[in-house]
């Protein structure tokens, strides 16, 4: 799923957290990072972060009520 035009990197994070299950982000090279991990947070964010600004990201959850969670943040911002 792609989420756009994140502009609270704060509230993402939050939504990411409440998840269950795994979250992973998909680089353009198709890596797969966890976003469930403070580590790979601070480092995947800092790079697509730096116009305090993220216009598309790539993810992949599993869970239904995950999926559900994140499109809801998507339309919703919350």
Do not use: H, T, W
């Not at 198709?30 to 216009?55: E, H, P, T």
């Not at 599993?62 to 998507?74: A, N, S």
């Amino acid at each position: 799923m792609k989420i756009e035009n994140i502009s609270d990197v704060e509230s993402f994070f939050k939504v990411i957290d409440a998840c269950k299950g795994p979250v992973e982000l998909i680089s353009p090279e198709g890596d797969r990072i966890n976003l469930k991990s403070k580590l790979s947070q601070y480092l995947s964010m800092a790079s697509i972060f730096s116009n305090g600004y993220i216009k598309e990201l790539d993810l992949v959850a599993r869970d239904k009520e995950d999926v559900e969670r994140l499109i809801k943040y998507m339309y919703q911002g919350a």
